[in-house]
């Protein structure tokens, strides 16, 4: 499979390097891809990971069969409108960023929140991708390695489209999480909760002193 992993921070390329791992075929895309090679930390992961290619936003997404949003999360529609919709018909988006406004200094607020969801806002902006909403509750280096945590711990999907959803479902899998652990909430609508555990999340890491957590349902029942 080709990926497309749009954004070039920690969580863009600890993704990028797990799908490549698996030996899928990943470009990271980029605003400007020469500014981001002078950046001495991305030069030296480059280093470190020459299979993974380097594009602008509207070559990556032309390259990617399935999209990763890894952008932050208030900046996300203006990359996938760079990224030019000519690239994006039919494709599927997994999107794992999170729109935090820091605008007001930490902790952030979420922007939109509350009656919307960057999800949504995605969905709305781009009617012709598929999007699914999942590993956007927790740190990076759990998303590609759930074994990071000991126990049972929970990653969440929410989207439209059930073949999409199942297409990521899969993925997830191959990250190693065990089907008992991706709980399906159901439609786009449904980011607007797991978007909204970002506080929580942000202050459990304060309160923890790490990010090396997760969060876990448990239920009365088993799953149906």
């Known amino acids: 499979m080709r990926y497309a992993v749009l954004g070039t921070g920690i969580v863009g390329r600890t993704v990028a390097a797990r799908l490549a791992s698996l030996g899928h075929e990943v470009v990271i895309g980029t605003r400007d891809p020469r500014s981001t090679l002078d950046r001495a930390e991305y030069a030296e992961w480059q280093e470190a990971h020459p299979s993974i290619g380097l594009a602008a936003f509207p070559e990556a997404a032309r390259h990617g069969e399935t999209l990763v949003n890894a952008t932050g999360g208030r900046v996300s529609v203006e990359a996938l409108t760079e990224a030019d919709a000519a690239h994006l018909d039919?494709?599927?988006?997994?999107?794992?960023?999170?729109?935090?406004?820091f605008s007001h200094?930490?902790?952030?607020?979420?922007?939109?929140?509350?009656?919307?969801?960057?999800?949504?806002?995605?969905?709305?902006?781009?009617?012709?991708?598929?999007?699914?909403?999942?590993?956007?509750?927790?740190?990076?280096?759990?998303?590609?390695?759930?074994?990071?945590?000991?126990?049972?711990?929970?990653?969440?999907?929410?989207?439209?489209?059930?073949?999409?959803?199942?297409?990521?479902?899969?993925?997830?899998?191959?990250?190693?999480?065990?089907?008992?652990?991706?709980?399906?909430?159901?439609?786009?609508?449904?980011?607007?909760?797991?978007e909204m555990l970002l506080p929580v999340w942000l202050r459990l890491m304060n309160a923890l002193g790490h990010a090396d957590f997760n969060f876990h349902i448990q239920t009365a029942r088993p799953s149906s």
């Open 90 to 101: 039919g494709k599927v988006l997994i999107d794992i960023a999170n729109p935090l406004d």
């Open 105 to 194: 200094g930490f902790p952030p607020r979420l922007d939109p929140v509350d009656d919307d969801s960057l999800g949504e806002l995605i969905q709305r902006t781009f009617p012709q991708l598929r999007v699914v909403k999942t590993l956007n509750t927790m740190n990076c280096q759990i998303m590609v390695d759930p074994a990071r945590v000991p126990g049972e711990h929970s990653v969440f999907l929410s989207g439209d489209d059930s073949d999409a959803k199942k297409a990521v479902h899969g993925l997830l899998s191959s990250f190693g999480w065990p089907d008992r652990s991706i709980i399906d909430l159901g439609g786009i609508e449904t980011a607007r909760g797991t």
